[in-house]
C-alpha cells in the first residue's frame, strides 16, 4: 500500500518536475555564463598587483564586451518571448549595461 502511495505521488508531481527543468536556449545559457563572469571580474577592483590587474583587465573586457553584444542580439531576437525576455534582462547586470570599451 505504501508503495503504491509512492508511485501516485510521483507521479502527480511528474509535470511539476518537467517544468522546472525548461531548458533556456543555447545562446541565452552562454549569454549567462558571459554576464557572470563579467560581473565576477568587475567586482575584483582590489589593490592587486599589476600583473593581475592587467589579468582583470582582460577578463573585463572579454567577458563584458561579449556579454553586452550579447544582451543587445539576444533582446532583439527574443523580443516577444516574455519568458525569454525577463531571463535575458535579469542577467544583464550593471557590470554588462555599463561597460564601455
Do not use: Y
Given at each position: ?76 531576437k527574443y523580443a516577444g518571448q516574455p519568458k525569454l525576455e525577463k531571463v535575458i534582462a535579469d542577467n ?10
Open positions: 500500500m505504501a508503495r503504491v502511495i509512492l508511485i501516485m505521488a510521483w507521479l502527480c508531481c511528474l509535470p511539476l518536475l518537467a517544468q522546472a527543468e525548461e531548458k533556456l536556449p543555447r545562446d541565452v545559457v552562454q549569454f549567462i555564463d558571459h554576464a557572470q563572469m563579467c560581473e565576477h571580474f568587475a567586482g575584483e577592483w582590489d589593490d592587486n598587483d599589476k600583473a593581475r590587474q592587467r589579468e582583470i583587465t582582460q577578463a573585463v573586457a572579454a567577458f563584458c564586451g561579449q556579454a553586452q553584444r550579447q544582451w543587445k542580439r539576444l533582446s532583439a544583464a547586470n550593471d557590470a554588462v549595461r555599463s561597460f564601455r570599451k
